[in-house]
């Protein structure tokens, strides 16, 4: 072996092993979509234990599973980003994930735990026509979801219909991690307690129809993009980090739920402000009248 070759083994070796390297990277965003799908998969299988028995724990359990899977659907992508590892099979993968876990499981959660344990005190023609309508808005938001999902996976560069400031950058629609998240935390702010008066579960059937409305919308949500996790942060902001998540945990019930309901109307408010502030500088489309013919209008009328 000569001496180029001596010095060429080494650099393909190291080349080999940042290959081997890379490969394994992508095996950790990976993880955490499975995570995610973990998750959603135990929430489906609690909401089904809820129906024999111990609703309350079960579809408590079962939000809780929702409210858990949305770090997980967060960090795979970034850590995706920040190692260098993004793939169109991670990419699929996620959106797939997404689906399982913040369309179909919260679908069926919202349906049980709205309108399947209306007693039979209730008229039964009122009954009955509840449980219809909510397993047909429970449709409309995996629909609304899976929807949204298909558009952010074909869209380059898309811009809201109300855009915001140009070194931002936003979601076209409410994210379905979002509205997924906004039925887990109702949900979880009861305590899985489910609901059995009809005067509530129309103010559901209203919240679950306006989150599928939000997620197929072209209004912009914010999306938390300009937070950089790699770059460095004072050391204190370590000890805030852990005073929220002390917070966040401790008081789950009330924190998740405000968190998700002031998303919502974050992005409803942007829309109607920007709304307001078109109308405002829209120039009147009639034109003033010209002297001469204010004079023979004037004239005419004498």
Request: charge should be positive; aromatic fraction near 12%; charged fraction near 15%.
């Amino acid at each position: 072996m000569n001496g180029h070759d001596r010095q060429r083994d080494p650099a393909l070796a190291q080349a080999r092993k940042r290959d081997r390297l890379r490969r394994g990277m992508y095996l950790l965003p990976s993880l955490f979509t499975a995570g995610n799908i973990g998750a959603g998969f135990f929430s489906m299988t609690e909401t089904f234990k809820a129906i024999s028995g111990n609703a309350e724990t079960h579809l408590d359990w079962a939000a809780i599973a929702i409210l858990f899977a949305i770090p997980f659907d967060s960090l795979d992508g970034r850590i995706a980003r920040m190692t260098n590892t993004t793939s169109e099979f991670g990419k699929e993968l996620d959106s797939l994930a997404d689906a399982i876990t913040f369309g179909v499981a919260p679908s069926l959660l919202a349906l049980i735990w709205g309108f399947h344990f209306l007693p039979d005190s209730v008229n039964p023609q009122l009954r009955l026509h509840l449980q219809q309508a909510g397993a047909f808005i429970c449709f409309l938001f995996l629909m609304g979801g899976v929807s949204r999902l298909a558009r952010f996976n074909i869209s380059h560069d898309v811009q809201p219909r109300n855009p915001g400031r140009p070194d931002r950058k936003y979601f076209v629609g409410m994210p379905i991690p979002a509205a997924a998240g906004l039925l887990a935390a109702t949900i979880h702010l009861c305590y899985g307690i489910p609901v059995q008066a009809w005067w509530i579960a129309i103010p559901w059937l209203c919240l679950v129809g306006l989150a599928g409305f939000l997620m197929v919308s072209t209004w912009r949500f914010w999306s938390g993009k300009e937070i950089n996790l790699s770059r460095r942060h004072p050391f204190q902001l370590l000890f805030v980090i852990s005073i929220v998540l002390y917070v966040g945990l401790r008081y789950s019930n009330v924190v998740f739920f405000a968190v998700a309901l002031v998303y919502m109307f974050s992005g409803i408010w942007a829309r109607a402000a920007y709304s307001w502030s078109r109308r405002r500088r829209k120039p009147t489309d009639t034109p003033a009248p010209e002297a001469g013919a204010a004079e023979a209008d004037t004239f005419r009328t004498l």
